[in-house]
């Protein structure tokens, strides 16, 4: 089984930034995807970004610009940099990884952007 771990996330001014980081571990044989989705209080489930391991991104058109997936050399961490972080970031984030869709999720790991 794959396994995610994530990281990174806390309590942060509005506009600051904050890095949150997802180890995986377990067989990536059916591995091509991974990303971070997040549930917002009051809010519906969003995908936030998603990589492949050929390295092409995609953004959530309410992140756009101001946060950026990467990944290591290895592709067995993924981060999200989050920069100019608003309140409505707010949420706990969760790290994914499949073939296609994040099927495989960890823990999540909470985000609050307050004052």
């Known amino acids: 089984q794959v396994q995610l771990v994530e990281s990174g996330g806390g309590l942060v001014q509005p506009g600051g930034s904050l890095r949150l980081s997802c180890a995986a571990s377990g067989s990536f044989v059916d591995i091509y995807l991974m990303g971070w989705y997040r549930q917002a209080p009051g809010k519906e489930r969003e995908l936030v970004a998603t990589i492949t391991f050929s390295g092409r991104t995609n953004y959530a058109d309410s992140v756009k610009g101001r946060f950026t997936i990467s990944r290591d050399s290895a592709k067995k961490t993924v981060y999200l940099q989050m920069n100019s972080l608003k309140l409505e970031d707010t949420a706990v984030y969760y790290c994914?990884?499949?073939?296609?869709?994040?099927?495989?999720w960890g823990q999540g790991t909470q985000v609050t952007a307050s004052s």
């Open positions: 994914g990884a499949g073939y296609s869709d994040l099927t495989y």
